[in-house]
Nanobody, 124 residues
Framework: QLQLVESGGGSVQPGGSLRLSCAAS????????IGWFRQAPGKEREGVSC????????YSAGSVKGRFTISRDNALNTVHLQMNSLKPEDTAVYYC?????????????????WGQGTQVTVSS
């Protein structure tokens, strides 16, 4: 069974940091583009950041550029999202997903494998 499992969510104050992890089971990540997405209550799912299989290319939404960094460790079958300078508007459930390209995953949201999500809450 192909699964992605997110971890690292939690509650932080504005300006704080969190590091999310996405781990795969049942398959290896090194042939897939991996992306992070988020969905806040009452809002549509948003593409946050994606990374190519080699890690050589990334995409990030304008709202997180300069604050969030996506990285991957194919040897450990894991992708991370380092989130700094967090704002209340970053509050959402964060999901990771696997896809075939940066465009198809991060723009078209085409994926056959989604994680269950991890809650991130930014509040004072």
């Amino acid at each position: 069974q192909l699964q992605l499992v997110e971890s690292g969510g939690g509650s932080v104050q504005p300006g704080g940091s969190l590091r999310l992890s996405c781990a795969a089971s049942g398959f290896t990540l090194d042939k897939y583009t991996i992306g992070w997405f988020r969905q806040a209550p009452g809002k549509e799912r948003e593409g946050v950041s994606c990374i190519s299989p080699s890690g050589g290319a990334t995409y990030s939404a304008g709202s997180v550029k300069g604050r969030f960094t996506i990285s991957r460790d194919n040897a450990l079958n894991t992708v991370h999202l380092q989130m700094n300078s967090l704002k209340p508007e970053d509050t959402a459930v964060y999901y990771c997903a696997a896809g075939s390209s940066l465009y198809r995953l991060c723009v078209l949201f085409e994926s056959d494998v989604w994680g269950q999500g991890t809650q991130v809450t930014v509040s004072s």
